[in-house]
Nanobody, 111 residues
């Protein structure tokens, strides 16, 4: 049974940082690309960043230069380092691998 568990969300002030984690189990982690998506209530889920099995990364234009996606295949874990956070980054952040999704972690950027 595949499980993806996100953690690291919370409340942060504008300009602050958070590091999200996504721990995977039940899947051969290292052979799959993985992604982070986010969703605001009432809006479509959107891609934030992705990382291939070989470590090639891709980012939404709105987060380039501020967010960094990475993976640790030995730990079956993916990360999203989010710096210089803005109120518009407030959302539920989800990790995904193949057809599986985590339960999401809430990120709130507010003063």
């Amino acid at each position: 049974q595949v499980q993806l568990v996100e953690s690291g969300g919370g409340l942060v002030q504008p300009g602050g940082s958070l590091r999200l984690s996504c721990a995977a189990s039940g899947i051969i982690f290292r052979i799959y690309a993985m992604s982070w998506y986010r969703q605001v209530p009432g809006k479509q889920r959107e891609l934030v960043a992705s990382i291939s099995s070989g470590g090639i990364t891709n980012y939404a234009d709105s987060v380039k230069g501020r967010f960094t996606i990475s993976r640790d295949n030995a730990q079956n874990t993916m990360y999203l380092q989010m710096d210089s956070l803005k109120p518009e980054n407030t959302a539920i952040y989800y990790c995904t691998i193949w057809e599986y999704w985590g339960q999401g972690t809430h990120v709130t950027v507010s003063s």
